[in-house]
């Protein structure tokens, strides 16, 4: 009898558990909360600065004293240079966040790592070969330009890479544009099967885009400020395009499939100019090497026959 009450227990417990998780599982019991539905629309969102999550200073002591000093070194370095608004315009066209300040503080070390390497080579002439400190101090005023003047050249380098990158993807991105428009898609439901479907530097562009227009910005404005943000004229037309089409109601998929052919043709121009460029730059050394050359090879047995002869 025992043994009966402790299955009839057992049992008991289960078919309760099982009535339980039942009535927890019911559609009513699943609705989604605040945070849920909010979730998809600002999962596109850029992060924000890492400056913004903690205010605790970074590395101490350190972090204490180097801020300042680099803040203040890179205020003298923006007054003696300037061009603010090109350094924050090749930010964005890099994917980077616009912070002026923050570069001439990355220019600022950049100086002081090559006032230092100047330094050093500096002071090993003087060592090795008794050189005066004439040599040091030119070499670490020398060492120091090249510091500030190469971040800047890499973040233009930057930029430039990227806006290749993106040039290189924007066919196949227009052309899926255009293949989920013409499947029923409308313009934002096509921006986000193509994001979902699609890696690198347009797509992550567009997820920008993509989540302006969730965040309550209308679709023209999001992808203008995408225009805004890089520095391709095809780009430029490209987004016009698609503005005028969503305004005035003209087909999206026959305007994103002539912006990529017209992308192509501009690719293959572009490749053809350059091969030219290639081609009159191989012509230096053939002309100044080894035409020379050869005409000493097809010369020099005729001299040294007329000077055996004599």
Not at 185 to 200: F, K, P, Q, T
Not at 246 to 255: F, I, K, M, Y
Request: some cysteine; hydrophobic content about 50%.
């Amino acid at each position: 009898m025992t043994s009966l009450a402790r299955q009839g227990a057992i049992l008991g417990f289960v078919l309760g558990l099982g009535l339980a998780l039942a009535w927890a599982g019911l559609p009513r019991h699943r609705r989604q909360r605040l945070a849920g539905r909010v979730l998809p629309y600002l999962r596109d969102t850029p992060r924000p600065s890492r400056l913004l999550e903690d205010d605790r200073p970074v590395g101490g002591a350190i972090g204490l004293l180097a801020g300042p000093v680099l803040r203040d070194l890179g205020a003298v370095v923006e007054r003696v240079l300037g061009g603010a608004d090109s350094v924050r315009r090749r930010q964005l066209r890099a994917g980077l966040p616009a912070d002026v300040d923050r570069f001439r503080a990355e220019q600022v070390v950049w100086g002081v790592v090559g006032a230092v390497a100047g330094a050093a080579v500096g002071t090993a002439s003087v060592v090795l070969r008794g050189a005066g400190p004439f040599p040091v101090v030119v070499l670490t005023v020398v060492g120091a330009g090249l510091g500030v003047t190469g971040a800047d050249y890499l973040l233009s380098r930057r930029a430039a890479r990227r806006e290749a990158r993106m040039l290189i993807e924007f066919p196949t991105i227009a052309e899926l544009l255009a293949l989920a428009v013409g499947a029923g898609e409308g313009a934002v439901g096509a921006l986000d099967r193509v994001c979902r479907l699609s890696r690198g530097e347009l797509a992550g562009e567009l997820r920008r885009c993509l989540a302006d227009a969730r965040a309550g910005a209308n679709l023209p404005t999001a992808l203008s400020g995408l225009a805004d943000r890089t520095g391709l004229p095809s780009l430029r037309r490209f987004v016009d395009g698609v503005v005028i089409a969503v305004e005035r109601g003209t087909p999206l998929a026959d305007v994103l499939r002539a912006q990529a052919q017209d992308v192509r043709e501009e690719g293959r121009r572009a490749l053809m100019e350059a091969g030219g460029r290639k081609e009159i730059a191989m012509m230096v050394p053939v002309v100044f090497l080894i035409l020379p050359v050869t005409i000493l090879f097809a010369v020099f047995p005729g001299f040294t026959f007329f000077r055996f002869t004599l």
